[in-house]
């Protein structure tokens, strides 16, 4: 017989490994590739209305520019509501079914846009669609950690290559509505981003279910809440995702307000971050696979942010051509600040969180990152648009606090795991 199963071996051969695959750029067939799938179609119809929304609301329900911010900043507030419900609900009952449901309640309220008329059907229909965001954002994180393996630090970096990816294509769909600018194209926008949900939900409809993880006995509905290293942790996080608004909302009034260097480089800047996310993302974090790692990877992405701010901020009243290169240069070291922040905030989500409550956790995350977003383009202003080249400073000096602070706090978060056995 082991004769007869060696011939057999030998006459077929394992089909060969397809090279996408070897390489990284596609994940073999199976649960993570068709999740993949469903975060990249996602992602492609929320990027085409984050970034056309406010002229939909503006040009063709006829709001103002104040009115549309208000509500925008209502509905982000309510939205931070339903996370640590839906959260705690996907740990209950399975992630896969309550993400599933989460997704076609935000293709219905995506949809009931088109009925905006007046402002506080607006606020009301905003409201819907955050609240409903937040609840799939909490109930995805324990479906993104029961599929990913023994490695899920590594999946999500995958994961957020593929969002980056996604979120190109968006931009593109994008700027072929903004210039077409008529009510039948903003009205597509809405409508396809609605439809994104639902193609969304019927590749999520293909994966398996994830059975909740038990829990221990007295576990109570407020773990996460009582989790003191864990709030620790959430609050420096929160902190550090300033970051992300700064090439978005920070860099692009600097270029063109405060420095000679050409418009065009706003455009320039985002595509250097986004190429270099997509293809360095999963590489940088394959060598964070513990807490350790992800704390030292986490302190290291706090002196590149200071060294890409400072870089920024010293741009203004250069020539044009110095300008961009210091620009260009502050985007590089920025940009690997977040692939290193990324890889460290991967593990730490998981590892910090217990496996029996990841959507709770999931959802106090949500929460103070949220909160920080509403909060994000008022601190910006005030330090890097008003204050100049010394607030460009100072916020990178935060992120290297914030940065030294994270090994000591991951020591003292695993003393106080190993305290409760």
């Known amino acids: 017989m082991p004769a007869a199963q060696t011939a057999a071996s030998s006459t077929h051969p394992d089909p060969p490994t397809p090279w996408l695959v070897a390489r990284g750029v596609l994940l073999p067939p199976g649960p993570r590739r068709t999740l993949a799938s469903a975060t990249f179609v996602n992602q492609v119809g929320s990027t085409v209305f984050t970034l056309s929304s406010t002229l939909f609301f503006t040009r063709s329900v006829g709001l103002s520019v104040v009115q549309v911010g208000l509500g925008m900043g209502i509905g982000a507030l309510v939205g931070l509501l339903s996370g640590i419900p839906v959260g705690r609900l996907a740990d209950r009952r399975g992630p896969r079914e309550v993400y599933l449901l989460t997704l076609l309640v935000q293709a219905v309220a995506m949809a009931a846009l088109v009925l905006a008329r007046s402002f506080w059907l607006f606020v009301l229909l905003v409201c819907l669609t955050q609240l409903a965001t937040s609840a799939s954002s909490a109930a995805r994180a324990p479906l993104v950690r029961g599929l990913a393996g023994e490695r899920p630090a590594r999946f999500r970096a995958y994961l957020r290559a593929t969002v980056n990816l996604a979120g190109s294509v968006g931009a593109l769909l994008a700027g072929l509505v903004v ?13 396809g981003n609605a439809v994104s949900f639902l193609a969304s939900a019927a590749v999520v409809r293909w994966l398996p279910s994830v059975p909740p993880v038990p829990g221990p006995a007295g576990a109570g509905r407020r773990t996460a809440l009582t989790d003191r290293p864990y709030l ?17 909302f920070a860099t692009p009034l600097w270029i063109v307000g405060h420095t000679h260097a050409p418009r065009w480089f706003v455009g320039a800047v985002a595509l250097l971050n986004t190429a270099l996310v997509v293809v360095l993302q999963v590489r940088v974090g394959r060598g964070v696979e513990n807490s350790a790692a992800a704390a030292r990877s986490w302190r290291r992405s706090g002196w590149a942010f200071f060294v890409g701010l400072a870089l920024v901020g010293l741009a203004t009243g250069l020539p044009g051509r110095l300008a961009a290169l210091l620009l260009l240069l502050g985007a590089l070291a920025h940009t690997i600040g977040e692939l290193w922040l990324a890889a460290g905030a991967f593990e730490l989500r998981y590892h910090l969180a217990p496996a029996h409550a990841q959507g709770q956790y999931a959802g ?42 994270m090994p000591p706090l991951v020591r003292w978060a695993d003393r106080s795991r190993a305290a409760q056995g």
């Open 364 to 405: 106090v995350s949500r929460l103070a990152n949220g909160l920080v977003d509403v909060l994000a383009p008022t601190i910006l202003s005030l330090l890097c648009i008003s204050w100049g080249t010394p607030g460009w400073l100072l916020l990178g000096g935060v992120f290297v606090t914030t940065g030294l602070l």
């Open 232 to 248: 620790a942790f959430t609050v420096l996080d929160a902190i550090t995702s300033l970051q992300g608004d700064v090439l978005l």
């Open 179 to 191: 210039q077409i600018d008529s009510r039948t194209a903003y009205l597509c926008l809405v409508l």
